[in-house]
């Protein structure tokens, strides 16, 4: 059996820089673990069809707390079979519960989860999906609970003071990866 893969599970609410940051991260484990896999949260959403690719709602059913939870057990157990594979995964994702990340880390060998943390006026100035600004509902973090993250390997304040790039810098440096 080969050696158990990686699943880095970047999370924060919308706005944090998940996808952005995440994306980055995954580029530079590509060049060095070509199999790594990137699982998106949003992309995730729309593949099993509760959400256009603009982000209109096609199934108000999957917004339940009961079908978001599953939907992040779904995705987590396929993050946990491609790591036994002995693939790495960087998946971003909300993930708002604590039961979820608790499930994680119990049943992935390999996890380290990675809290993008930012201040509410950053959320609000950054609003690339107009979710603050449009006073939209079932908004993570404004009208529904969010579980925030209180046992990550790490925890990025990511209000600006650094580039993306950087953090990436940082993150491959915290996890060793180029000593791989």
């Known amino acids: 059996m080969s050696e158990k893969g990686t699943v880095y599970f970047f999370t924060g609410l919308a706005g944090a ?3 952005t940051i995440g994306g980055l991260f995954y580029q530079r484990l590509k060049d060095l673990r070509p199999d790594a896999v990137l699982i998106d949260g949003d992309q995730t959403r729309t593949q099993v ?14 917004y339940t707390t009961a079908a978001r939870k599953s939907g992040a057990l779904s995705a987590f157990r396929r993050c946990r079979d491609l790591a036994d594979e002995g693939r790495d995964v960087v ?10 990340r608790a499930w994680n880390r119990e049943n992935i060998g390999n996890y380290q989860e990675i809290y993008l943390k930012v201040t ?11 979710l603050y600004s449009s006073r939209a509902k079932n908004v993570v973090g404004v ?6 993250p209180g ?8 209000d600006g003071q650094e580039t993306p790039e950087e953090i990436v ?12």
Not at 52 to 61: K, N, Q, Y
Not at 91 to 100: D, F, G, L, N, P
Not at 120 to 130: F, H
Not at 152 to 158: A, F, L, P, T, Y
């Open 49 to 62: 069809g509760h959400s256009a690719p603009d982000g209109t709602v096609l199934r108000e059913d999957c």
């Open 91 to 100: 998946i971003c994702s909300i993930a708002m519960y604590t039961e979820v």
């Open 120 to 130: 509410r006026e950053t959320l609000y100035r950054r609003d690339q999906k107009k």
């Open 143 to 148: 009208d529904l609970p969010w579980d925030e």
């Open 17 to 19: 820089g998940k996808t």
């Open 151 to 158: 046992h990550s390997s790490v925890v990025i304040q990511n």
């Open 169 to 180: 810098d940082r993150l491959v440096e915290f996890f060793g990866l180029e000593k791989r």
